[in-house]
């Protein structure tokens, strides 16, 4: 196994389990996370329901396929990941019940050591962008 340099530099904002299924929360709409990096981690088998997985903009079935919108789903123990910032949502669950957990994780800080946005700032500091400039994290 790796080991990561600096600990604090990843730490976890949340992990938690949900439950999808069709009697209940069978979905959840598109959104983006304030958040670094998300995950998706299956907890339960893929043949355990019907429809489920993470619904992105953008995905392909394969390296030859042409990108369009889509879920993508993993059997148990499979990650999805993806930028916080990534619209995404979960796919609805038709039959079946599935198991995930989400975890964020976010980077407070880089290699210069500065807060993230700190270049944001200088841009608007000299007057290269407006007031107006917004940038999500």
């Known amino acids: 196994p790796h080991t990561t340099p600096n600990p604090k530099a990843r730490p976890s904002h949340a992990a938690f389990t949900s439950r ?3 009697s209940r929360t ?3 709409e598109m959104h983006r996370d304030t958040t670094s990096f998300s995950f998706t981690i299956a907890m339960n088998r893929a043949t355990d ?5 993470t619904s992105l903009p ?3 079935k394969n390296e030859d396929a042409d990108f369009a919108p889509g879920a993508v789903k993993t059997d148990i123990g499979g990650v999805v990941s993806f930028p916080g910032q990534c619209w ?5 669950v038709e039959s079946g019940a599935r ?3 989400p975890l964020f994780i976010f980077l407070d800080y880089n290699k210069s050591g500065k807060d993230r946005g700190y ?3 200088q841009l608007r500091d000299a007057g290269a962008i407006g007031d107006d400039f917004e940038m999500v994290f």
Do not use: P, Q, T, W
């Open 20 to 22: 999808y299924d069709a």
């Open 58 to 60: 953008m995905v392909r």
């Open 99 to 101: 198991y995930i957990i």
């Open 88 to 92: 995404h949502g979960g796919n609805k």
């Open 26 to 28: 069978a979905s959840l």
């Open 119 to 121: 270049v944001i700032d």
């Open 49 to 53: 329901y019907e429809g489920g997985g």
